[in-house]
């Protein structure tokens, strides 16, 4: 308990500037940025697994795009610890925040509208391994290791089976550096809109959040600083048009390859007219015809959401010029 309690103490040590979010997302190699993901206003975790929160995390407003992805085409999900810095000189998250990664998707009528209370089924993970000569868990190989060496990126394929429509995918991270206790796990997950193109019928079998995950679920309630022998991935089986990345392997595809700025930024399709790019701080598109809320996203490099905050905000560059936020 006490070797416990020290390794606790020194992973809360860091956990201030180690908070992430997913908020990028790219298509077969295109970067689309932020346009269709459901960015949350704070990086800071869920800890509740049985709050509504924990299906496309608080705070988080829907953007009007959504982007387009062909069935049997790969998405690449990409997480860093400040909203717009892309920067690989940073973890994608940091503090020893180890533990899987784990992308849901589930079959809704209009992506942009969806409160995310249907059905979802689990099409990737990456999850532990053991390392040789590892004395507990934190030495061993973990999906968020993965995440960190790839620059914040994971390549996650989207079933060749699935049937034409929308989708949303939600990407998630349990650091599970203070799980020894209940209510220590840690969990960031964000909602990508997603229109898909397929000629599949596959309606594959569905949990819900909450309800799939427990805080006693031995995934989520363990003690990661001490030996490990065997780690469950919480929730269902991947789905069998999924995917499960080997922890402790190499970057591939758009994880090692792709590159901010390498090409131009697509613009996805919106639920709503937008109006001609604004003068918002830190540049880039935007409609004007919506409010952000306070603390979230207002402008930014390949933003296409409100430019126009709150009453009582407005629109200041936080990381300029990728990145205003209305405060």
């Known amino acids: 308990m006490k070797s416990f309690t020290l390794a606790t103490l020194a992973a809360l040590a860091g956990n201030a500037a180690a908070h992430a979010t997913f908020q990028q997302l790219w298509v077969d190699g295109v970067d689309y940025g932020s346009q269709c993901a459901r960015v949350p206003s704070s990086n800071s975790p869920i800890t509740d697994v049985t709050s509504n929160s924990f299906r496309c995390n608080s705070g988080t407003s829907k953007p009007s795009g959504k982007c387009p992805v062909k069935a049997g085409s790969t998405v690449t999900v990409e997480m860093h610890q400040q909203n717009g810095d892309r920067s690989c000189s940073n973890e994608a998250i940091g503090g020893a925040h180890y533990g899987p990664v784990i992308v849901y998707m589930s079959k809704v009528a209009d992506a942009a509208s969806a409160d995310g209370s249907a059905g979802w089924f689990k099409v990737f993970q990456d999850g532990w391994a053991k390392k040789s000569g590892g004395a507990s868990g934190d030495d061993d190989y973990w999906g968020v290791k993965d995440l960190n060496t790839c620059c914040g990126k994971m390549d996650v394929k989207i079933p060749a089976d699935l049937p034409s429509g ?8 349990i650091a599970l550096h203070t799980a020894g206790g209940s209510g220590g796990a840690q969990f960031y997950m964000t ?63 758009c994880e090692s390859t792709c590159k901010v700025g390498s090409g131009p930024t697509p613009t996805v399709s919106v639920s709503q007219p937008t109006s001609s790019p604004s003068s918002a701080p830190g540049g880039g598109g935007g409609n004007t015809g919506c409010e952000a809320a306070k603390y979230q996203q207002c402008g930014g490099t390949g933003y296409t959401g409100c430019t126009t905050c709150a009453s009582g905000s407005t629109c200041s560059a936080v990381s300029p010029p990728y990145y205003s936020q209305c405060v």
């Open 191 to 253: 909602c990508y809109q997603l229109s898909v193109t397929g000629s599949g019928s596959a309606s594959p079998a569905t949990v819900s959040f909450p309800g799939a995950y427990k805080a006693t679920d031995p995934g989520i309630l363990v003690n990661i600083h001490a030996a490990m022998s065997g780690y469950t991935v919480p929730g269902p089986a991947v789905y069998s048009g999924g995917t499960t990345k080997a922890a402790g392997s190499a970057c591939t595809g």
């Open 166 to 173: 929308d989708y949303l995918l939600r990407a998630e991270v």
